[in-house]
């Protein structure tokens, strides 16, 4: 896979996974229960989540991402139980 193949991925991950909301996408993209889990507890923790991508960079087996991610807190995540509804 070149390195646009992998920044391609990346960025369809993102808007298959967490912009449409659908976690059962991750499936296309790992087998990882901890990520799956992860992925759950953060769209419930912030339910109107979206990750807007500013830019990518790829390098051999390697893709960073710079994104923007407006959301509000509606819901436990990590050690906050309470919702803080901040942004909002």
Do not use: C, Y
């Not at 087996?61 to 803080?84: K, N, S, Y």
């Amino acid at each position: 896979m070149t390195p646009d193949q992998k920044r391609a991925r990346v960025v369809a991950l993102f808007d298959e996974v967490v912009n449409a909301h659908d976690e059962t996408a991750i499936a296309r993209f790992t087998r990882s229960p901890q990520i799956e889990a992860t992925l759950h507890q953060l769209l419930a923790g912030f339910p109107a989540l979206h990750f807007d991508v500013i830019w990518t960079i790829a390098e051999a087996d390697r893709v960073v991402a710079f994104i923007d991610m407006p959301g509000t807190h509606e819901g436990p995540w990590l050690r906050v139980q309470e919702p803080t509804h901040w942004p909002g």
